[in-house]
């Protein structure tokens, strides 16, 4: 099977002359559409085939939930887009994968995104209703796989914290690695892109943009919350955005959130006297991007505390990504990850609720025609400074997308 699959990779990647790129790609682009005669109505399909490989992710801060290694994992997205007139956009994102963080489910198909925009011409307003990506942050807009030029999100995104959702702790002293609760249950800052269920107003006015949610869960909320099928509107979350673009080259931002990051399901486990209200996350943000010729750099910092019965526990946790165009198809792009936590009670004495982590990640993209690439990338994790405890991983990716 991994023979397959890499051979499956050699033949994908083989250069395609130039002449040749623009005649199937408009033919498979033309035939994956439909309009009205009139032009009342345009509908596209269009998708992405990506393989990916990891080795050493034990061990490593990332959302990779399988005990095999090496690990490899194929994914299927398809994307439909959909134009209503001029002021109606619909969008829809299937995925066939084994699980939307990389894990050793059985392969499934799953729909991560669904909505509806209306844009009032002239008014630079948009309201959006649907499951979407959060609102919040600078990563969340370029994560797609052709715009990442990463593998993985940035240590934010994925790194589990001590809090977890599936039971509700009684304190602080409740809290951290040692819990006693199954792995996929502890939280990061923000679970990815974060695809909950709601409705956005989004829009911009010279050189400010600004944009407000309402989701059924917040910014940690697993993937399994995101659907409105399983979680409810009993407890929304509030998300919030805004940044201002003094020219075309630097851009600075803020993001705040409010959100309870228990499950429903956790409500028989609430301690006599204690509501929903009493576990909350509350995330705020800070962010830049600058763009100068070839070179492009990202930063974000957040700080966020998840409260439990007695106090809350706080986190702080960082990157700065930079991505260079070394040639029309080749970039290398780096990046530094920090994450820090707070201590709290733990019985007689304090301790930390999270693992102190400093990440290095460096990798390369190649891409061999308009529409398919490779990524490599290696990973350095140093937990809570130690030298003797730094990790390595590896990890690659080959993307075709139609």
């Known amino acids: 099977m991994r023979c397959l699959l890499v ?7 083989l250069p395609t002359r130039a002449e040749d790129q623009p005649t ?8 994956l559409t439909v309009s009205a005669p009139n032009g009342a109505w345009k509908a596209q399909v269009s998708g992405a085939v990506t393989l990916e490989a990891y080795r050493g992710h034990q061990g490593n801060p990332g959302l990779v939930f399988s005990e095999s290694d090496p690990f490899i994992h194929p994914r299927l997205t398809l994307f439909l887009d959909a134009e209503l007139g001029r002021e109606l956009y619909a969008f829809v994102q299937a995925r066939v994968d084994r699980g ?3 894990g050793a489910d059985p392969m499934g198909v799953r729909l991560d995104e ?6 009032p011409q002239g008014r630079g307003i948009s309201v959006q209703i649907g499951q979407f990506a959060t609102v919040i942050g600078n990563w969340v807009a370029r994560h797609d796989v052709w715009q990442n030029p990463f593998v993985g999100a940035p240590l934010p995104y994925e790194y589990l914290t ?12 409740d809290l951290g690695p040692g819990a006693g609760v199954d792995e996929y249950a502890y939280l990061p800052v923000v679970w990815g892109p974060s695809y909950a269920t709601g409705i956005s107003l989004s829009g911009r006015k010279g050189g400010i943009e600004y944009a407000v949610e309402l989701k059924n869960a917040g910014p940690s909320s697993r993937p399994d919350a995101w659907p409105i099928t399983e979680v409810g509107f009993s407890h929304p979350a509030f998300s919030a955005r805004l940044a201002y673009r003094p020219d075309l080259r630097l851009k600075l931002g803020l993001s705040y959130s409010d959100s309870t ?4 399901s956790a409500a028989r486990t609430l301690p006599s006297g204690r509501r929903f209200s009493d576990y909350r996350q509350r995330l705020f943000s800070q962010e830049f991007s600058y763009e100068w010729r070839h070179l492009q750099v990202w930063a974000e910092a957040f700080h966020s505390s998840f409260d439990v019965p007695g106090g809350s526990a706080r986190t702080t946790a960082g990157y700065v990504e930079s991505r260079y165009k070394v040639t029309p198809q080749l970039f290398l792009a780096l990046r530094w990850n920090r994450q820090t936590f707070s201590t709290i009670d733990a019985g007689a004495s304090r301790a930390r609720w999270g693992v102190n982590t400093t990440r290095y990640d460096l990798a390369a993209v190649y891409r061999f025609t308009p529409d398919s690439q490779f990524k490599a990338q290696v990973t350095s994790n140093r937990p809570s400074g130690d030298t003797s405890e730094v990790g390595v991983a590896y990890a690659v990716q080959y993307c075709l997308r139609f």
């Not at 051979?7 to 990647?13: A, K, Q, R």
């Not at 669904?114 to 844009?119: D, E, G, K, S």
């Not at 001590?162 to 002293?173: M, V």
């Open 7 to 13: 051979l499956l990779v050699v033949l994908l990647t």
């Open 24 to 31: 199937w790609r408009e033919a498979l682009t033309e035939a």
């Open 100 to 102: 939307f963080d990389p």
């Open 114 to 119: 669904y909505a509806l925009r209306y844009t």
């Open 162 to 173: 001590g809090a977890y959702d599936e039971r509700a702790p009684s304190g602080l002293q």
């Open 261 to 264: 990051y228990l499950l429903p």
